[in-house]
């Protein structure tokens, strides 16, 4: 998906069904481009969401590290 199509799907406040194929540096790079595209259209960051950060659930999940994403002003 590109970053147009995943900042429509954010737009339009959908669930996310399907797994998206990337691995966590791709994933990472791809929501630096989203970044991007809202910094341009206005949005302002906020501040950042952390999740994961409780060890014992990771094997649960598959996640081997803490996971973060920006907040907005928008949101």
């Not at 429509?8 to 990337?22: F, I, Q, R, V």
Request: positive net charge.
């Amino acid at each position: 998906m590109t970053p147009d199509q995943l900042l429509a799907h954010c737009d339009a406040g959908t669930p996310w069904t399907e797994p998206s194929g990337l691995d966590v540096a791709q994933a990472y790079e791809r929501a630096a481009q989203v970044r991007a595209l809202r910094i341009a259209r206005g949005e302002q960051p906020r501040g950042y969401k952390v999740g994961f950060t409780n060890r014992t659930i990771w094997p649960r999940y598959g996640v081997y590290a803490p996971v973060w994403g920006t907040v907005w002003n928008t949101t």
